[in-house]
């Protein structure tokens, strides 16, 4: 208990200057509520309203897939170079030191593997257990075009009515079927419906023509998905334009932990995403770190 006796007079009132009240400047977040907001400034820095979130959730429909073997070997050691690591409960528990203090996207949906139709998913995490693992926010397939679209963007408001009791963001994820086309149009209508029906932030693919539309008509902000793994300097080069136009960041996986050099491969990313590094001095940098670390 403060002490009674000795008690220092206050005087610091500053009457003259008015209270700070800065707005919240991530993109279409500024009327969310205050648990909401901590909760995005725990995924997005809010120096450079980005972020490199490590996706390593493959394994929900796709079980050991490469590089994902050992999470414990392969991307625990990666941890202090992310913004944000996105995974599923039962690797959250197992595997991930809970000194990890960064934010946690956990994935919240899930059911079909891949020898099914991947769009029957189901509501995987009930939002108690999320705030017990005390994560940042939740992530959920929506499937537009998809067989099951409606029942994907149901569980994304049911996640979303949740998440607002609680203040827990929603990341909508974006799933583009085989048979879809991979263009501005599609990523425009995905992304769109997703923020119309309450994500925080949205998961897309980067599109090489027209991307800027998909981030200028998307009220929230928007983070690419890695895709399948290519060069090194291919995947910076992607992380670079989307980040030029718009995007928020990225949530990659394949292109980091796939790499010959996973931690020399996050943090060329993160240089991109947070100094704009151009991607060739990113790859050079990739290569310095990589050559270090023989
Ligand atoms: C899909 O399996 C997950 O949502 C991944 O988190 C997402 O696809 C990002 O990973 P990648 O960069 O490997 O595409």
Not at 79 to 101: H, K, Q, V, W
Not at 202 to 220: M, R
Request: net charge negative; proline share 4%.
């Amino acid at each position: 208990m403060a002490d009674k006796d000795a008690v220092q007079e206050s005087k610091d009132y500053y009457v003259d200057i008015p209270m700070k009240s800065e707005p919240f400047a991530l993109r279409g977040s500024n009327s969310l509520e205050w648990g909401m907001k901590n909760r995005l400034s725990n995924i997005f820095n809010p120096k450079t309203n980005r972020t490199v979130m490590l996706a390593v959730d493959h394994g929900y429909f796709l079980g050991p897939t490469s590089g994902l073997e050992r999470i414990d070997i392969s991307i625990v050691p990666l941890l202090e170079y992310a913004d944000t690591l996105m995974c599923t409960r039962g690797i959250l528990r197992s595997t991930i030191p809970p000194t990890f203090n960064k934010g946690v996207v956990l994935r919240a949906s899930g059911g079909p593997s891949i020898l099914k139709e991947l769009s029957n998913e189901e509501i995987a995490v009930d939002m108690e257990d999320a705030i017990r693992l005390n994560v940042a926010a939740v992530a959920v397939q929506v499937f537009i075009g998809g067989e099951y679209e409606t029942k994907s963007i149901h569980n994304m408001t049911r996640l979303v009515d949740a998440g607002n009791r609680f203040g827990v963001p929603v990341l909508g994820v974006t799933a583009v079927g085989k048979d879809m086309a991979r263009d501005a149009k599609y990523m425009r209508l995905a992304t769109r419906i997703c923020a119309e029906l309450g994500a925080s932030y949205v998961k897309t693919y980067y599109v090489n023509e027209g991307f800027d539309t998909v981030t200028a008509a998307c009220p929230v902000p928007i983070v690419i998905a890695g895709g399948k793994k290519m060069s090194e300097l291919d995947a910076l080069t992607m992380a670079s334009n989307a980040v030029g136009q718009g995007a928020a960041g990225v949530d990659m996986g394949r292109n980091i932990f796939q790499s010959d050099a996973p931690e020399a491969m996050i943090q060329a990313v993160r240089s991109v995403v947070h100094a704009d590094m151009t991607p060739e001095r990113a790859h050079d940098l990739y290569q310095t770190l990589k050559n270090e670390k023989k």
